[in-house]
């Protein structure tokens, strides 16, 4: 059924921007995790703009735009279940990681 | 005549939760039009889905702006309240976990960009991320009263203490 599968597979910015939502959610988690455990790399935040959040931010933002933009430029195409279930997946990650850390460290 | 300044920080700290609100409710209506896609809702959830990372923004820099210049009095009173946790637990989370619901908005209006009357894989998407927006949000929503609260009893706290 190859008409059902292309309408079932995300692609163009809606892929590759999905793509890169699901790789900043599990990306910033891991930046708080390790900022937080390692005080020099909080420090060096905090030293590039004032404030390790402001920093954080900015990177998590340019780590979607690039991201974003480099797959769709590389024109990737996705399952939409499966990046469907990989957004889903990185946002229950991502805040139960944090929410975890917080309470456990 | 008034003069504002003096209750710049509160304005600010208000203007924070009232567009993170705004955000989720746009972000709501998004999910009902989605749900229901046609031609005349193409249209409006399209007006909405860009109003998600606009108010998203506003939080952001009202919130960033107000964390980074007038948490400190009140974190330090948090910390040596009853409730240290509301700072350790609920504002460390918080902030973090503010980006979550930040990037999906950005990305919101890129797959409502798609003809979704059509395109069922960029509606189920749109379901699922405008769902995670608006449950993130009230967490966070939930976080704040927290902190606030953490705040406020450590104020009494004090108030009680001066009083004695």
């Known amino acids: 059924m190859p ?23 599990v990306f910033n988690t891991a930046l708080a995790w390790l900022k937080d455990a390692w005080a020099p790399l909080n420090d ?4 590039l703009t004032g404030h390790h959040w402001i920093t954080h931010g900015l990177v998590d933002l340019a780590v979607f735009v690039l991201c974003g933009a480099l797959l769709w430029r590389r024109g990737a195409s996705f399952n939409g279940q499966y990046l469907l279930l990989a957004v889903v997946a990185a946002a229950l990650f991502g805040g139960g990681g ?8 | 005549m008034l003069s504002l300044k003096p209750y710049i920080s509160d304005i600010v700290l208000f203007l924070h939760p009232t567009f993170g609100v705004l955000g989720t409710m746009a972000a709501l209506w998004v999910l009902v039009e989605a749900l229901n896609p046609g031609v005349a809702s193409q249209h409006r959830m399209r007006v909405a889905a860009i109003a998600v990372p606009a108010c998203f923004a506003l939080a952001w820099i009202f919130g960033g702006y107000w964390y980074v ?10 910390l040596g309240g009853p ?11 918080k902030e973090h976990l503010f980006f979550i619901p930040a990037m999906l908005a950005l990305y919101l209006p890129v797959v409502c960009a798609r003809p979704l009357m059509s395109d069922r894989a960029a509606r189920r998407m749109v379901v699922a991320v405008a769902g995670l927006i608006i449950l993130n949000s009230l967490a966070i929503e939930g976080a704040g009263a927290v902190v ?6 450590a104020m009494s706290q004090v108030t009680k203490q001066g009083q004695e």
């Open chain 1, 3 to 25: 008409r059902q599968n292309q309408a079932e597979r995300l692609d163009g910015a809606a892929g590759a921007f999905g793509a890169a939502a699901a790789v900043v959610l």
């Open chain 1, 44 to 47: 060096g935040m905090a030293a």
């Open chain 1, 98 to 105: 944090l929410s975890l850390w917080f309470l456990l460290v």
């Open chain 2, 69 to 78: 210049n007038y948490y400190y009095a009140d974190k330090a009173l948090i």
């Open chain 2, 83 to 93: 409730w240290p946790f509301a700072h350790d637990l609920f504002m460390e989370t």
């Open chain 2, 148 to 153: 606030n609260h953490g705040a406020k009893i």
